[in-house]
């Protein structure tokens, strides 16, 4: 199993902050919507913003969380939901499974063996099922909070598509998102070197940027984005 990376507390700072990223976190979980299926599973859910977002749209959803105390708050969050299983999950691994679809946000980015994580994330998709992936985009957006939350890379299209197919998924939708977050990100946390957290900037650009954003890119895919969104499938 790999080694988790970076700051946990750090990392859980900043989830907790971009937390209150509303109009963000409906704009992600909508696009991963159509290709979850009936039953699947979340490979780091974090603080699980998303998995109840999802959980409420489905009849059985599986979060998984690596680093323990965070595993811990998960259970706790999500204790009174009946439908939603928490179980502790790293990446590589050996498991099988037969989940409709695995689906995993700002998470590949922190394991050095990208390919053998996708891999894990295959084998948990029966055939014909979906691996769902957000990651960062772009090398040179990489800052220090990239480092200090343990981000061993960015991506384009052309790397995650390369990954995929290289851990045998058939890549049926790539494009990037979020574009002008990509302007934003990179001014605050490499010109300023700011972590993103909660506060007045953060609120202002997911209230009255963020929304338009969105609108303009359901009509014309940006060249460039803060994050890259992949669907790709398991094998028949």
Known sequence: M???TGDQRIQSEVLEGLATAVNHRRWFV???MPYLGDNPIEIGSGLGDYALEWADRLPRFTATEADPDRLVRLKERLADRPTIDVREMLLPHSERGD???AVSYNVLEHIEDHVSALRSMRDLVRPGGAVIIIVP???FAMSPADVATGHVR???KKTLAGAMTEAGLTVEKI????ALGLLGYFTATKVFRLMPKEGPMVKLYDTVVLPATKAAEQLVRPPFGQSVFAVARVPA
């Open 137 to 139: 985009a772009f090398q």
């Open 99 to 101: 989940y409709s679809a």
């Open 175 to 178: 494009h990037y998102a979020n």
């Open 154 to 156: 960015r991506y384009t």
């Open 30 to 32: 909508e696009l991963a």
């Open 2 to 4: 790999a080694d988790i």
